[in-house]
């Protein structure tokens, strides 16, 4: 069984007991979410796509919160003497998928 899910605007191809790291969600580890918004679902049989969602339910567990490396931003514009450097660490959460399930596949 496999599913595109959409989560905090991005795209993600999920299936069940898979490790994703999303952008940062509101939760604690150990919390259960839900996302409703799936773009496209298979399982044994066939593949259906919304429009523009299917119905249904991709359940997953929160595992962790954490930050990404570095990212740095460096500007410079040459022969004027201007140069910022910049950083900042991304926030992310590590969720495992439990369950998938489509209530509506005509």
């Not at 795209?11 to 007991?17: A, G, W």
């Not at 660490?89 to 596949?105: H, L, M, P, S, W």
Request: glycine content about 8%; proline content about 5%; charged content about 30%.
């Amino acid at each position: 069984m496999l599913a595109i899910v959409e989560i905090a605007g991005m795209q993600f191809e999920v299936q069940p007991k898979e490790i994703v790291r999303v952008p940062l969600l509101e939760g604690e580890p150990g919390d259960s979410v839900e996302f409703s918004n799936i773009i496209l679902g298979q399982d044994d049989t066939e593949t259906k796509i919304g429009n523009p969602y299917l119905k249904g339910l991709v359940t997953a567990k929160i595992i962790e919160h954490g930050k990404e490396p570095k990212v740095i931003v460096f500007h410079k514009k040459r022969r004027k003497g201007y140069k910022r450097l910049r950083g900042h660490r991304q926030n992310y959460t590590r969720i495992e998928i439990t369950d998938i399930k489509f209530t509506d596949v005509n």
